[in-house]
């Protein structure tokens, strides 16, 4: 019971981590590898902000969200939208997206390790223990995992219950159609990749609470966020979520009860077996 509710702390961050690569990838059509970065720098930025001010962290999600939204806005509008034009169909769109931002991620690398150096970091944010069903936890992964519920259910009843929802989730499903039903395909992809980008760096925020940090492991959360969007189906929100909880509770029985080295070895392995039986991810459906 022990392991199964730490995984499930654990997926809970993982889930907002893959919803934002979700929205950005199943949406907008950009396979973001700088989404890590994002991550990392909301991270960083959180830090600053409670040691050097001692703003809240959960505060402080009401500043880095809308500016990591606008953010992500520019990036899409002045190094995306040209890309987008250009690209005569949706693999073009794909491989140049790849490679820009592969090159953002060096960049966004590369200024986070000019301001920051290439120490860890962590700081002390309730750090204190809380008992579920006579379990102690840290009371800094409970307030994340609360964060990280109430920020996932506030997208799920967006994308199903507002008619801005509906136009990102018809845009997921077929760009073209979507177009038939005036819906500005353009606006809303990039409304949908700087909402990924914001939700990411909320993310970041809250495992910036319990988690060790550096400039450099921006990669290693791309890597996860993928693995979570392949499984539960590019631009499907629930199975993205229920992916994120099966690789946070896969992570923590392989650290707990093998070697925690080998959580990576875990996350690829389980990743394949999911490729190889169910390529379409959790929830999709086979194409006709």
């Not at 959960?58 to 509008?77: D, E, K, Q, R, S």
């Not at 994308?159 to 073209?176: E, I, K, S």
């Not at 979507?178 to 495992?207: E, H, N, P, Q």
Request: aromatic residues 12%; contains cysteine; glycine residues 10%.
């Amino acid at each position: 019971m022990l392991i199964l509710l730490t995984g499930l702390l654990l997926g809970g961050t993982y889930t907002l981590i893959a919803l934002g690569l979700t929205l950005q990838y199943g949406v907008a059509r950009i396979m973001n590898l700088a989404n890590g970065e994002t991550l990392v720098a909301a991270c960083f930025v959180t830090f600053w902000l409670y040691t050097g001010f001692g703003i809240n962290p959960l505060l402080g999600l009401l500043v880095i969200g809308p500016v990591a939204f606008v953010v992500n806005w520019l990036i899409y509008t002045w190094l995306m939208q040209p890309l987008v034009k250009r690209a005569r169909n949706r693999g073009m769109l794909e491989v140049d997206s790849i490679l820009a931002t592969f090159g953002l991620l060096f960049l966004f690398q590369g200024l986070m390790l000019q301001a920051f150096g290439g120490s860890y970091f962590n700081y002390e944010f309730l750090a204190r223990p809380f008992s579920i069903m006579g379990n102690s936890f840290g009371l800094n992964r409970v307030v994340a995992f609360v964060a990280a519920a109430v920020i996932a259910v506030a997208l799920y009843l967006f994308l199903y219950h507002t008619d801005r929802g509906t136009a990102v989730r018809a845009v997921a499903v077929d760009p073209r159609a979507a177009r038939l039903v005036a819906i500005d395909v353009r606006k809303t992809a990039a409304f949908a990749f700087a909402l990924g980008g914001a939700i990411t760096a909320c993310a970041g925020t809250l495992l910036s609470t319990f988690y060790t940090f550096n400039t450099s492991m921006g990669v290693i959360f791309t890597m996860k966020a993928l693995i979570i969007v392949i499984m539960g189906g590019v631009g499907d929100v629930r199975g993205a979520v229920l992916a994120a909880l099966v690789l946070g509770v896969t992570e923590t029985l392989v650290a707990s009860l093998l070697d925690p080295g080998l959580t990576l070895a875990a996350n690829y392995t389980l990743f394949i077996v999911v490729l190889l039986f169910r390529p379409q991810g959790i929830f999709g459906k086979r194409p006709a």
